[in-house]
Every structure is written in C-alpha cells, then in structure tokens.
C-alpha cells in the first residue's frame, strides 16, 4: 500500500489492519457514490421515473443502517484494541535504552554508556524498550517505519518499544509541536546485524550508566547525607528500588523510576515518614539524563550482604 | 442535467423591480443604524461581515504555508515565522470563523424565521455577544500585530505557559472573550427555540435546521465554559507561576490536554452539526422530497451533541494517558460515528424517487456529503488506536480534519448562503456562476486535501515547515490544489458582490421552498411576519405539492 517500509514486527499487522479498514470503507464510498449518482441521474428533474410512493415503513431500514455499521465498528474496535494492548506493554525483562528529549534534540544513553544524540543504534531481531523523558515540553518520538509514536514528556517517564526487523536506516521525528526548531528534531535510527551491533556497541563503551550514576552521586553530595556513616538523619537508600515507602502523610509509595525522579527534582512531593524535609531540590541543577544515570545507580546500590 | 428554463424551479424571478420598503434592509441605513441594531437579522449580516473579513485572513495564512511547503527547505519562512502562520490560520479559523460560521450568520438569520418568531428571545444580548467576538478579534489582530504567537492553535503546556516567548496571553485573551460569544449565542437560541415557537410548531414539525442549532447549542453552552477555564488556569500559570501544568511547579501537562480536548473535541461538533443541519435543507429543497427518516435525523443529532462529550481522549492515545482510557475513548469514538453514518444514508435515501434539480445549493450540499463522508471515514483510522499511534500528529489528521471542516462545514456554510442568499438580499446571483465554483471548489480541495493522508501515511508530522525530500511531490500537489481553491473560494465573493447591485429580485420564494421563512417577503420585513403563522404541519412536505 506504501512506498514506506514495514521495518519492525508491528508494522505488518498494522498495516493489514490499515488496509482492512480501507477496503470497507472503499467499499462504503463507491457504495453511497454509486447510489447518489444513480439516483441524481434516474430521478433529474424531467426523467420519466416511476416516483409512485410506496407505503412500506422505513424503521427497517434505519435499523439496519443503524446495526450494521455499529457491529462492524465493534468488530474493528476489538482487532484494533488487541493490536494496542500488545504494542503497549513492553516487554519489562528487556534493559532499556534511555532517551532524554530536550528543545531539539534527541540525547540517547545506552546501558553500556554509550552516548548518541539525534541517533539510536540497535539490533536487528531483538526487543528494544525505551525509556523516554523531557527536559523541557513535551515531545514525541516518532519512527514511521516501524509504526510507534509516543509523547515524550517533562516530569515522567514513558516508554515504548519494539523489534526491529529490517536492517536499514529509518527517520526520526519528534511529532509533538515544541517549539521554534521542532521542524529540525529529527535523527535517525540505525537498524544493525546483531554482530554489527556488538562491534558499534564496544567501540563507542563509556562508562556505564549505573557507575556514572554512582559517581554523580559522590560529586552532587548525595553521600554526604545518604550514607550510613553521614550524621545527618536520612534514608540510605540500600535496596530502595521495588520497595514500598510509607510516606509521611501515611500513604505509601512504590518506589519506581517515577518516585526516584520526583524525590530528587521535586523532594518535598513525597516525604518518607519519620524524615525532615530538608533534601534541596535538584530541579535545574542537573540534567534529565543525570536522573537517569542516579536512578541506575540506586537500582544497583545493595547493602552489604544482600543479594 | 436538463434544466428546462420554463419549469425550472430553480431560480425564478418573481419579484417586481420595486425594493420592499418593510425590508429589514431599508430599516436604516447609517452605520449606527447598523452598530446598535437588535434586529437578528441585522446582527447576522454583522456576523456575515466579521467571519468573512476573518475568514480571507485566515485563508491568507494557509496560501503563505501551502507557498512555503512548496519546497522542502523552507525557503520563504523562517521556522519561527511559520509557526507562527499556522498558529495564526488555526486560532483564526476555528474561534473566529468556523465555530460562529453557521450558527452566527445563518443560525441567526433563519433561527426565528423558521419557527416563525419575532426576534431570538434575548436580542440586545445578541448585539452583545457580537461586540464580544468583535472585542475577542481585535485581541487577536493585535497580537498578530505585535509579533504573532507561535503555540499552535491548542496551547499545549508546558510550551504555552512556560517556554515560549510570543504574546500567548493576547492570544489567550481574544479566545477567551470570544468563547463568551459563543456561551450567549447558544443561550440565546436555546431559550428561543424552547419559548417562542410559533402556535403548533411542536417538537417534531421543527426543521432539522433549528434541530441542529439547537443541538449545537447545548454545546456551546456545556463546553465552552471549559475552554474558558482552561485559558485562564494558562494565564494563572504564564503570569503567576502558579503550579497547575508544568511538572517544574508541580503541575500536570496531560491535565491541560484533557481539559483542551474536552472543550476542543465537542467543538468540532459545534463546526459539524449546523452543517448538516444545513445539508438536510438544500437536499430536501432541490429533490422536492421528504427528507427520509426524520426522526432518526433528529436523535442523531442529539446523539452526536451528547456522545460527542465522551470522546476527548482519542486525542491523547499517545500522550501518556493509561491504555484502559485509550480503550474506552475508543469504542466511544466508533459509537459518535454511527449518527453520522445514519446522517449520510438518510441524505441518500432522500434522494430515492425525487425530482431532482442541481442548483448551486445542492451541487454545495452533495459535495458536503461527499466530503464529509471521506472525513468520517478516516476517522475511524484515527479511532482505531493502533492505527491511530501511526497517523496521530502527521498530515492524516490533517487531512481529516480539513475534510470535515473544510470540505463538510465550509461547502455547507456555502450552500447555505447560496441557499438563503435571496431571502437575506432579495437578489439573485449568477447561477452559472455559482455551480461553476462548487464544481472548481470541490476538485480544488480534493486535490489540495487527499494527498495529505497519503503524506500522513508515509509519516510525514504536521507543523513541519522542512521536510526530507521523499515528501515534495504530495507537497507540490497540495499547494497546486490550494491554488485552486483559493480561486473557488474569491469566486463567490464576486459574484455575490455583483449580485447585491445588479442581480434580480428574487421573489418571497424563488426555489419554492417549505419552511416559514419562504412565507415572508425577500428581505423579510424588520418584524419578520405581518402575522403571526400557524404551523399545521410537519416540514419538507414537498411530496404533496405539485
């Protein structure tokens, strides 16, 4: 149906629903055309058509013009509805690859460490989840090729995934206005042979995410107060991740990338019970992506002797 | 098409060469006559006047976009000043054109006429809610004069509050106060069409007109004060810093696109439902025919005003909003769909039998329902969340949206006027003329309009003023169809220019119409009927006549 290529394991099943739909409603269009045009012919003012009235009731009819396209919507729905719940739920066991958007450009962070910005290198034939935010409005992460668009926003995490099938080089484009360039908030996704993907990945290693978080979280003074030994009283943060934390309102919490984002930028949100609120804010002294990399970190942080 | 001049129905001159001196028209004819006016016919040529001048602005803007676009680079704007452009034609177009179009003009015209009253029941707040679209304009005039504002037409936060720096709050402001327009407007006929029915005009001998104006109502009064809230919790947080949508202050960005949609996606409604309204009038007019399924036309359109309030978040299936929302906003976005299909199979089946001629009026009328069913279509496309994730946010939706504001409400908006133009001017215009445009319009917006979806499928996002190169030919072929549109739509307003002076008289009712407002002289005299009518009978009773 389109020169556009079905580059990963959604865009066949999208496009064949795409064409479905097409095909009914071509067939709904030259329909109601053709009886438009034949009776606009027949029926001209100053044919010889019969125009006897006939004294049949017409409940029937709207009945089943009315039934039969509501059961046929419902039909599409259900198809429509069981493609979207699968392309939304990624799939959790995958290690992300984080992007972080900001006015116009597009920053990706392996979990290796490799950076890129305005590209995002992967590997042909496996899942890749993203774990997107924003530093500034919203934007969204758009790949035609594969058929995925999701908004990226300012202040929490979305995500979106998918398998790559094709190798090849495919557009990128933030399709949620954001402003001046957002003409220009393009890049590319470089689709790569697994193998090729390993060589990519060991040339451009960093260093990776969750010890670049750990050194952030010496240089920024984190340890200052959130380790065992500080004298300050705050939580030390061992084993944080998954947990539930009551708060001090009496609620709780589960701490997931949300709840650690929020409790660095937005301290005084959530307070743990049994804690003053006394943690400064890091809302404009650090970057999204130096989230990213504390939040990796504070997944990986265990007390001593626990698994 | 044989159209036999002697039995033509379509358009007769019957009326003497002599004005008619009761006509609301000879009423006074200074301009205070004019600017303090309480007559709703007077305040509907007002109306006529503001969303024309608007509507050629706006108009402007989409020329100087569909000339950028010609070419992938962008070579005429800077990205700055297309944003800004499109911002321009898309606030211009939707609060000071499309949403007053219909029901300000027509609705205000013919509302009273049709159910063969004096005036609407509040008629110095009609005058007034014109002065506040006037007041709401000229905030938007100055803004474009003090650099223009660069948001998009749907303000969405954090960019609008916090991060652009253009005259958002001007912008805002002219919204605002021109959404109280709208709010009076539908109280306004609200209360008319309840109170001052004339004798034995009940319920179900209303026009599909009046059913559609006071459909329309219900929204505007339901909705728009949203709409106004929304704007100013946007002011609260630009001006004040206030925490409501920038998660740096603690707010919410997806709060502010549930409580824009819940204004936004019913006002699309509010474009649509006068246009059919309108439709079912011409059609019934030119095929001397009952409209088919009458009631079914009016729980349709009821049901399109209510079920058109659950269906918002078909907007967001991208944003972030939970898929169990997305689940739910989808089925009720394929159910709003099916009044609409009952719609166009009953114009359809109207036509069964008829005897039909092809004025100017209907030639508008079938290429409303032409184009309006291709926009019905697609939206189906963009219900079906899966499809939706693809298309949301590129030309698809672009498309869709222009077939049915564009294609569906202008083309009816357009009929209408041609429709009702002798009983509002007492004058015949060109017909030749006037099919000749519909026909250009008609293949003019196809060609502009279609290759859009076919660019919204390759994945091409909308408000791009640069593009990668694969996307110029569909450009080229748009901005080739936009040249011609913009022909079909400067032709009109020649000839029915050139009408108002030298056209014919037209008689009380030149197409012999059903519908109080032909039994009343053209132009109607300032008190509409010398008495009071009684109604009889249900409408469109063309079959009996001979």
Not at chain 1, 83 to 104: C, D, G, N
Not at chain 1, 108 to 122: A, F, M
Not at chain 1, 213 to 225: I, Y
Not at chain 2, 128 to 134: A, E, G, K, R
Request: net charge neutral.
């Amino acid at each position: 149906m389109s020169s556009l290529p079905q580059a990963s394991s959604f865009a066949g099943q999208v496009d064949y629903l795409f064409d479905a739909m097409l095909a009914l409603s071509a067939v709904v269009v030259i329909g109601v055309f053709a009886a438009i045009l034949w009776f606009a012919v027949k029926y001209r003012h100053g044919s010889r058509a019969d125009r006897s009235r006939s004294s049949r009731r017409t409940l029937g009819i709207e009945l089943a013009w009315t039934l039969i396209p509501l059961f046929l919507f419902v039909g599409i729905f259900a198809w429509s509805i069981s493609l979207f719940a699968y392309m939304s739920r990624p799939p959790i066991e995958t290690v992300p690859v984080y992007v972080v958007a900001k006015q116009w450009m597009w920053k990706v962070q392996h979990p290796g460490g490799q950076r890129e910005i305005n590209t995002l290198h992967l590997a042909l034939g496996q899942p890749t989840r993203l774990v997107m935010t924003s530093q500034d409005v919203i934007h969204s992460f758009y790949v035609p090729a594969f058929r995925v668009k999701q908004d990226v926003l300012p202040g929490r995490y979305t995500q979106l995934w998918f398998n790559a099938t094709r190798a090849g080089t495919y557009n990128l484009f933030c399709a949620e206005f954001c402003g001046t360039d957002h003409a220009r908030m393009g890049g590319l996704v470089i689709v790569m042979q697994p193998k090729d993907y390993a060589n990519w990945l060991e040339a451009h290693a960093g260093t990776d995410l969750a010890a670049q978080g750990a050194a952030l979280f010496r240089r920024l003074g984190c340890s200052g107060c959130h380790d065992p030994q500080s004298g300050v009283h705050a939580p030390d943060l061992y084993d944080l991740y998954g947990s539930t934390v009551p708060l001090s309102d009496g609620t709780q919490v589960r701490a997931d990338e949300r709840y650690l984002h929020d409790s660095i930028m937005l301290p005084n949100k959530e307070i743990a019970a049994g804690y003053a609120p006394v943690m400064p804010s890091y809302q404009g002294r650090i970057g999204e992506d130096d989230v990213l990399a504390l939040i990796a970190y504070l997944k990986s942080r265990h007390a001593a002797g626990s698994p | 098409m044989s159209v036999n001049v002697a039995d033509s129905p379509f358009p007769t001159e019957q009326g003497t060469d002599e004005p008619n001196p009761e006509s609301y028209l000879d009423a006074g004819y200074g301009l205070r006559s004019w600017l303090t006016t309480h007559d709703h016919k007077r305040i509907a040529i007002l109306y006529a006047l503001a969303i024309t001048f608007f509507f050629f602005a706006g108009g402007l803007a989409a020329a100087l976009m569909r000339l950028e676009l010609i070419s992938p680079n962008g070579s005429l704007m800077s990205a700055e000043a297309y944003n800004k452009t499109f911002t321009f034609h898309g606030v211009v177009m939707v609060w000071f054109f499309l949403i007053p179009s219909i029901p300000a003009t027509l609705g205000n015209f013919l509302l009273p006429l049709m159910i063969g009253a004096r005036d609407v029941a509040f008629p110095r707040l009609n005058l007034f809610s014109w002065y506040l679209y006037i007041t709401g304009g000229l905030f938007t005039i100055a803004c474009l004069l003090f650099g223009g504002v660069d948001t998009g037409w749907t303000f969405y936060t954090p960019f609008s509050t916090m991060f652009s720096n253009s005259n958002v709050m001007l912008t805002v402001v002219g919204v605002f106060i021109v959404g109280f327009s709208s709010i009076l407007t539908g109280l306004n006929f609200i209360v008319t069409i309840h109170a001052m029915r004339a004798h034995g005009m009940t319920w179900f001998r209303l026009p599909l007109f009046v059913w559609s104006m006071y459909g329309v109502s219900l929204v505007m009064v339901l909705a728009t004060p949203v709409l106004a809230m929304t704007l100013a919790l946007i002011g609260l947080e630009r001006l004040l810093g206030v925490g409501i949508f920038d998660p740096a202050l603690g707010g919410d960005p997806l709060l502010f696109q549930h409580f824009f949609w819940f204004y936004s996606h019913p006002a699309v409604y509010i474009m649509i439902l006068p246009a059919m309204g309108v439709a079912s009038e011409l059609i019934t007019a030119a095929v001397r025919r009952r409209i088919f399924g009458y009631s079914f036309m009016v729980y349709s359109i009821l049901g399109i005003a209510v079920i058109g309030f659950l269906v918002w978040g078909h907007h967001m299936f991208v944003s972030g909003q939970s898929m169990y929302a997305s689940i739910v906003f989808s089925i009720l976005s394929f159910i709003v769909a099916v009044p609409s299909a009952i719609k166009v199979f009953n114009w359809t089946a109207t036509l069964y039998k008829g005897d039909i001629t092809f004025g100017a009026p209907m030639l508008y009328a079938l290429g409303f329902v032409g184009l309006f069913m291709l926009g019905g279509l697609t939206g189906l496309f963009l219900a079906a969340t899966a499809l939706d994730v693809n298309l949301t946010d590129t030309y698809f939706v672009v498309a869709h949206f222009h077939y049915i504001m564009v294609g569906g409400s202008v083309m009816a908006y357009l009929g209408g006027i041609h429709f009702w133009w002798p009983k509002i001017t007492g004058r015949l215009y060109s017909e030749a003329w006037a099919r000749f445009a519909a026909i250009v319009m008609f293949f003019g917006f196809n060609l502009t309009f279609f290759p859009q979806y076919l660019l919204g499928y390759e994945g091409m996002p909308r408000r791009y003023h640069v593009y990668p190169p694969q996307f110029q030919v569909l450009n080229v072929l748009s901005s080739a169809g936009a040249t011609i549109l913009a022909v079909s739509y400067l032709l009109p307003l020649a000839y029915l220019l050139w009408s108002l002076r030298y056209g014919p008289r037209a008689g009380a009712n030149p197409w012999r119409a059903k519908g109080l407002e032909w039994q009343t002289s053209s132009p109607p005299p300032v008190h509409n009927f010398d008495q009071t009518p009684t109604v009889t009978e249900g409408p469109y009773l063309y079959d009996e006549s001979p």
